[in-house]
């Protein structure tokens, strides 16, 4: 980074009485010293400095407690560290209407006390509050042969106090963060379980037993002494009266179903407020106001300036301004992040949008660059410059390291653009052939022409966005970028002149068929062309389409000689109505026989055409035996996934068997 510049933009106009004091206040000895914001709601804050007292006192508002409670984290280096965080309950409240106790003000005050194991500290405190956001802006500035992208960061100060010379820090990324009610307390219900005592139901008869001889006397038995409790008892009973019972640092475990026990050194790791011990990311937990603090051991020196960094890393991204700066409260302040030299350029993109009603003939000038920061670029404005005048203004989605992008920033009506579609279902690709049951692929094929008018003194080059909706480009010309479930495909138009481009688009789909069907026919012959399969396979294919042809050819001339014969019957059938309707008319001898002549013609001709009808059957019927039986022995499986620059019928490394 170049330098940070920093620049007061406004103090916030905000209406009266709705100021408000800082989140959290404390000793002047505890100045802040960090800020880190977040883009999820929240700011850590950092305080450090030297205390000669025996505790520290924060005044925190009521609605900033529970988060300050769940990530107040406190270091030192002096050796020493702290003994609790305490602080008050709610007092009692009045009840509302509904007879529910009113909640505490937001802007009431909670102390929340530090008891420290000493007077001399060296302390360092963070928590997180409620903090607005920061924004990202950014420039993209085009030069004769270059491009450059200024990020910068806008941070308001709403925490109630002024940030004086403190080191700001701005992170990428949403970790995840929930408002924490600790301070609350919190009573879970119980099951209630009554004790009836031991009443009988019903008085017992009495029995009588008749005097016996006397039985000897039994001795008496010696009165055992009390049990004495073992070490984990005593030392049980011991920390409940008085927690230096575990000063020493015992650890309890559990064996043969009893406690026992055992002293042994306890490893020192990092201990913050009340002992708990430090999470992931710096932070500690306070222990809940239900149960009583166990007694903090001493915690080992620590590197201060571990803590904000591991805060820190809970972004994907984080920008750390080389200087410190100082925000007062109420005001916002807008720093420079990053400027960069980048890959870029421009262009024009045809995307429709529904916003832009004349964004369906007209492309959008965009700006084409390559993120080369180091750092992720997170959503926001991006204005654009080219020669140092202002080109347009656009919206940058989340861009990481080494992604590229294409922001629209204008509409060039000087460029038209018009398209059409046809739809079609095309090619047959064998997928698997068993018997007489094939799967065949085929495809569903869009082929949309773009025809893109120029009308500027220069060539330019237009990107045509084409969504693919689960489909592929076939052939896609040179240039195309394809990404999210859409491709780029380039067009070049010359000055004052049109182009044309034809995408086609491809969606699989199979099919099972039967060797009937004709599209069967044109997968087996793909097969043979282009699937290499083996030899006896390759000849029993070739048999198969034989023997399909033929059957097809027999069947074509068996049912047009069926339709012949059931014509023939018909022409039969009305000759020997007219003969009955005139054989008693002594006057149509010659017209008796004329319909005479015609009957035995017709009746020669059916007798000729029912026989080749059988010979037609009996041909087809053994054909079709034949062809069963050549197909018995085909068990053909081929690749599903073909390239999609492959030729549309060309199967991909076939392979197929002979089944005996």
């Known amino acids: 980074m170049r330098g940070v510049m920093v620049f007061a933009l406004a103090a916030l106009a905000l209406a009266e009485g709705c100021g408000r004091s800082a989140a959290v206040q404390t000793a002047s000895t505890l100045p802040l010293r960090r800020v880190v914001v977040y883009r999820n709601g929240v700011g850590y804050f950092e305080r450090q400095g030297h205390v000669d007292e025996d ?22 280096r002096g050796g020493s560290s702290v003994r609790a965080a305490a602080f008050p309950m709610p007092e009692e409240t009045p ?108 008085v017992p008869m009495s029995e009588t037993t008749l005097a016996q001889a006397p039985a000897a006397v039994m001795a008496p038995v010696a009165a055992q002494p009390p ?52 999470q992931p990311g710096g932070y500690a937990y306070a222990p809940t106001p239900s149960a009583p603090p166990p007694p903090p051991p001493t915690s080992s020196p620590r590197n201060v300036n571990a803590l904000a960094a591991l805060a820190a890393q809970g972004g994907s991204t984080r920008y750390d301004l080389p200087n410190t700066v100082t925000v007062p409260d109420r005001s916002a302040t807008m720093v420079m992040l990053a400027a960069r030299d980048i890959p870029g350029s421009q262009m024009y993109l045809f995307a429709p949008d529904g916003g832009v009603a004349e964004s369906v003939s007209h492309p959008f000038h965009v700006a084409r660059f390559e993120n080369r920061t180091g750092a992720l670029l997170e959503r926001g404005p991006i204005a654009i410059f080219e020669q140092g005048a202002y080109l347009g203004q656009g919206m940058l989605d989340p ?14 009506r000087a460029i038209a653009v018009e398209n059409n579609a046809t739809w079609a279902v095309e090619g047959s690709r064998l997928v698997r052939m068993q018997r007489e049951s094939l799967t065949v692929e085929r495809y569903s094929v ?37 990404a999210n479930n859409s491709a780029l495909v380039p067009v070049t138009v010359p000055a004052r002149g049109s182009a044309e481009q034809v995408v086609t688009l491809r969606t699989p789909m199979s099919q099972t068929l039967d060797l009937s069907n004709e599209q069967s026919a044109l ?68 017209l008796r026989a004329q319909l005479t002549a ?15 009808v059988v010979e037609l059957d009996t041909q087809i019927g053994e054909r079709r035996v034949r062809l069963a039986e050549t197909v018995r022995g085909i068990d053909v ?3 599903r996934a073909p390239s999609s620059t492959a030729p549309a019928v060309a199967p991909a490394a076939p392979t197929a068997r002979p089944r005996g």
């Not at 301070?183 to 879970?188: G, I, S």
């Not at 861009?399 to 060039?412: K, Q, R, Y």
């Not at 330019?460 to 040179?478: C, D, K, S, Y």
């Not at 339709?563 to 022409?571: I, S, V, Y």
């Open 598 to 612: 015609r009957l035995a013609r017709v009746a020669t001709e059916v007798d000729q055409v029912t026989r080749r």
């Open 55 to 76: 505790e520290v006192h924060f005044r925190v508002a009521q609605r900033e407690v529970g988060d300050f409670l769940a990530t107040l984290a406190v270091m030192e």
């Open 227 to 278: 049990p004495v409790p073992d070490e984990a008892q005593q030392a049980m009973e011991a920390a409940d009266g008085d927690y230096g019972g575990l000063a020493d640092r015992t650890t309890v475990t559990r064996g043969a179903g009893r406690a026992a026990m055992r002293r042994a050194p306890v490893p020192s790791r990092p201990r913050a407020v009340g002992g708990a011990p430090m």
């Open 637 to 639: 499986d081929t690749s």
């Open 95 to 202: 009840t509302t209407g509904e007879g529910q106790p009113a909640q505490p003000r937001p802007e009431e005050r909670r102390t929340v006390r530090l008891a420290l194991d000493g007077r001399d500290h060296d302390l360092l405190v963070g928590y997180t509050v409620e903090t607005p956001i920061w924004r990202p802006s950014y420039r993209l500035v085009f030069n004769e042969n270059t491009a450059q992208v200024q990020a910068w960061g806008i941070v308001q100060n709403l925490s109630g106090e002024d940030w004086t010379d403190v080191r700001l820090s701005l992170v990428a990324g949403s970790p995840v963060s929930f408002r924490s009610e600790l301070a609350q307390p919190v009573v879970p219900p119980r099951p209630v379980v009554t004790d009836q005592g031991a009443v009988i139901d019903a």
């Open 446 to 482: 869009q082929r949309v022409t773009y025809r893109v008018r120029n009308g500027m003194d220069r060539e330019v080059r237009v990107m045509v966005r084409q969504a693919l909706n689960g489909a592929q480009i076939f052939e896609p010309p040179t240039g195309t970028e394809q």
């Open 523 to 590: 997968a087996i012959e793909a097969y043979l062309r282009d699937g290499h399969p083996a030899d006896d396979v390759a000849t029993a294919l070739r048999t198969t389409l034989d023997l399909r042809r033929q059957i097809e050819d027999l069947s074509r001339e068996y049912a047009t000689l069926t339709q012949r014969r059931q014509d023939l019957e018909q022409n039969a059938e009305e000759t020997r109505e007219n003969l009955r309707a005139i054989q008693r008319n002594p006057t149509a001898a010659d």
């Open 399 to 412: 861009l990481p390291d080494g992604a590229t992008t294409t922001v629209p920033f204008s509409l060039e």
